[in-house]
């Protein structure tokens, strides 16, 4: 995300946004010059950045949709209502302090001295590091100094990257779905907001260390991630997993022999559904980070989204056919397949070709199958929605993408690094490049996005990891819910309402009196 870009015939295409002297970029400038950001094409481009954000807050109905669908009736309103709550825990705490730390030194002016959609000043400054070596940002807290960048912009950009913090916050409720105590859960929402998901933002989209690598290390642009296979769904992914490590599985997941049972999913079309809807506001995810209507590379973004999801899914659907397990093409897995190729392609969507779309999505609804078996049985995490594989190894696989699929013909000059700017103004200079156009480059830009994998690994899946053990231990009674309560399931005792009354009500009546039914029903 901070990126000096060219566009298509009869565009500008020189500016590179700046974050406090370093380039913070999604797009290419409007076609006129509009410094001061009042006019029309700064309209535009807001209008633009706000259809976007709509899009993706919508994708939170989808993850809803998807999460529930896959997991157990007796469960069902707790786990729709976890997806439903992170939306407004997270924007308290993006609100008040994430904003800030993320995005405190940012703003659009670029080397024209122009302004895509008028976010024409910082609100803040460094608070951890200086120059290239910025760890965090600072701005006003509760964005008390939006007056500085010109209000409009800042609440346009401020909503766009509040979605992007939402899409991350809720990975894990699919994960820890079934078993998560609800007051858990709302700390975790807080916490991601305003620490977890504004820190790796920081790094990357805020212009600091891991977004000047090519500066600092000559290593390419520098961390490349055009709109968050790894800031959103890596950290995401790496989050679930030190959470569903910490609740441990649900009861009856694994016999004494450590062999997995399935724990079937309630309601296959509402996951279908789901998936859909998620497929229909990824384009707001992808295509709309150019932040410019007048950027026309949002086309070759949306393309390849569409192909990869496509491809995730075919491909998915045909190795669990051809699989000796599986022998049907399991609905389940063909959803995961088509998103897993929609988080693949999410880093590279604007650097490659759409034949390196297909074969990324191809190569994500097979590594998806394959992560979500290695997950299960190797690990012994019990994921009841495949989060692990989809988001988070997924993720990971599309920060490499950038550096082996990204074909050189965009992004000249990203991160302001030196691999680019000065030739790049004359015509010459190269684009984001992956080591199959050209093995120099393209080796030293995959190291950057080596690098930046190796910090969600650790760094981020350690932080997660802390924090969950920490609460775990201050708790009355730690994170998860009571046996009791997630045997009868966790709609009522957590959230005092049943999801399906009519057929589950009696079950959890006599199941809380301590009495086993004759039979769990198919549905449960």
């Known amino acids: 995300m901070y990126r000096k870009l060219a566009t298509g015939t009869g565009l500008v295409g020189l500016t590179t946004l700046l974050l406090s002297g370093v380039a913070h970029a999604q797009s290419a400038p409007p076609a006129v010059p509009d410094p001061g950001g009042t006019g029309l094409a700064t309209g535009m481009n807001l209008l633009w950045i706000v259809i976007g954000a709509v899009l993706v807050i919508f994708m939170q109905a989808g993850f809803a949709l998807v999460e529930t669908g896959f997991c157990r009736a007796?469960?069902?309103?707790?786990?729709?209502?976890?997806?439903?709550a992170i939306f407004g825990l997270g924007m308290v705490g993006f609100f008040l302090v994430g904003y800030a730390f993320m995005f405190g030194g940012y703003s659009d002016v670029g080397l024209a001295n122009t302004s895509i959609f008028g976010y024409h000043s910082a609100?803040?400054?460094?608070?951890?590091?200086?120059?290239?070596?910025?760890?965090?940002?600072?701005?006003?807290?509760?964005l008390g100094d939006i007056g500085k960048a010109g209000g409009a912009s800042v609440a346009a950009y401020f909503l766009y990257m509040v979605a992007f913090m939402d899409t991350t916050a809720t990975i894990p409720t699919g994960a820890m779905a079934e078993r998560w105590k609800w007051k858990a859960f709302v700390g975790w929402g807080l916490f991601c907001g305003a620490i977890y998901y504004p820190l790796f933002g920081a790094w990357t989209w805020g212009g600091g260390w891991l977004s000047q690598l090519g500066n600092t290390m000559h290593l390419?642009?520098?961390?490349?991630?055009?709109?968050?296979?790894?800031?959103?769904?890596?950290?995401?992914?790496?989050?679930?997993?030190?959470?569903?490590i910490v609740?441990?599985?649900r009861i009856g997941k694994f016999n004494k022999d450590g062999s997995a049972n399935t724990l079937s999913a309630h309601h296959i079309p509402m996951a279908m559904l789901g998936c859909f809807v998620l497929l229909f506001g990824w384009f707001g995810f992808n295509a709309a980070s150019t932040l410019s209507a007048v950027d026309v590379q949002f086309a070759v973004v949306a393309l390849n989204t569409a192909i990869a999801a496509g491809f995730g899914a075919t491909s998915a659907m045909f190795w669990v056919m051809t699989n000796k397990k599986f022998k049907k093409p399991d609905p389940g897995m063909m959803i995961n397949g088509m998103l897993a190729g929609l988080v693949a392609i999410t880093a590279p969507c604007a650097f490659v070709d759409p034949w390196a779309a297909a074969l990324i999505g191809t190569i994500a609804g097979v590594l998806v199958v394959v992560a979500c078996a290695f997950v299960e049985n190797?690990?012994?995490?019990?994921?009841?929605?495949?989060a692990v594989a989809v988001h988070g190894v997924n993720g990971i696989f599309g920060v490499l993408c950038v550096g082996i699929f990204a074909n050189g013909k965009y992004g000249g000059g990203w991160n302001l690094t030196a691999e680019g700017p000065a030739a790049y103004l004359d015509g010459k200079g190269p684009g984001v490049t992956g080591f199959l156009y050209d093995a120099s480059l393209g080796l030293r830009q995959l190291g950057a996005q080596a690098i930046g994998v190796l910090v969600l690994c650790t760094v981020m899946f350690g932080i997660a990891f802390a924090f969950f053990k920490i609460q775990n231990a201050v708790m009355k009674g730690g994170i998860r819910s009571e046996e009791a309560d997630e045997m009868i399931g966790l709609d009522m005792p957590e959230m005092g309402a049943l999801a399906y009354p009519d057929f589950l009500e009696q079950e959890a009546v006599t199941m809380h009196a301590g009495i086993s039914p004759t039979h769990e029903r198919s549905t449960v």
């Open 74 to 84: 007796k469960h069902a309103t707790h786990v729709v209502s976890t997806n439903f």
């Open 123 to 142: 609100i803040g400054g460094p608070l951890v590091g200086s120059g290239h070596w910025v760890f965090l940002w600072k701005g006003g807290f509760a």
């Open 220 to 244: 390419g642009f520098g961390y490349v991630d055009f709109a968050g296979s790894g800031v959103v769904h890596a950290m995401g992914g790496v989050a679930a997993l030190a959470g569903a």
């Open 247 to 249: 609740l441990g599985p």
């Open 378 to 386: 190797k690990l012994k995490v019990d994921d009841p929605v495949g």
